[in-house]
């Protein structure tokens, strides 16, 4: 049974919310502030957490940060709107995925369950890109013997482009293979995603040599030349 934190100041949507995923199978602990949100993460360690981005107080972009300093648990942000500003930057504190308000309780545990399917043990290969090693057996990546410490969409995204070495992959690709959605609005899913990853596995992340960009299309992992 999947354990989640769901941090939301709203009493009714937080209530309603608890509930509906309790009755799909998800075991919830819930909290009204960002400040609580992160008191109860250092009690129990969720598998997931859902945060809505407007808290009183410190707000869900601060928690995410906050959360991504020392934690690479999987977050999905609930946000009031479709706003571009708002996602990018959710996104950019280190977000896995975001969901609209008002919330259709099957559209989010649908999301809910494709993160937490991103953290699954892959195929028992492994493969080396330069100094970066990714063992898909242990679902491990180090770098010059270190381990990296990536959230699961991040290992899920470097996964899949390391499947097609060499070959470029659209957005919309990446979007229906790692988050198993491909609305035409979520390309900056990916974007952000590949940012993040860019400054772990990179040496100079401004000048990647592994994740390129393929203008137009997408992106491609390269072996190093």
Known sequence: MPFLLLIEDDDAIRTALELALSRQGHRV??????????????????DLIVLDVMLPGIDGF????????????PIILLTARNDDIDVVVGLESGADDYVVKPVQPRVLDARIRAV????????????AFGSVVIDRSAMTVTKNGEDLQLTPTELRLLLELSRRPGQALSRQQLLR??????YLGDSRLVDA?????????????????????????????????
């Open 29 to 46: 602990v819930a909290a009204a502030t960002g400040e609580d949100g992160l008191e109860r993460l250092r009690e129990q360690r969720p």
């Open 62 to 73: 601060e928690v995410c940060r906050r959360i991504r300093r020392t934690d690479q648990l």
């Open 116 to 127: 937490l399917r991103r953290g699954e043990r892959d195929s028992s290969d492994s493969a």
């Open 177 to 182: 293979l790692v988050w198993e959605h491909d």
């Open 193 to 225: 995603c590949v940012q993040r990853l860019r400054a772990k596995i990179e040496d100079i992340p401004s000048s990647p040599a592994l994740i390129r960009t393929v203008r137009g299309v997408g992106y491609r992992l390269d072996p190093p030349q």
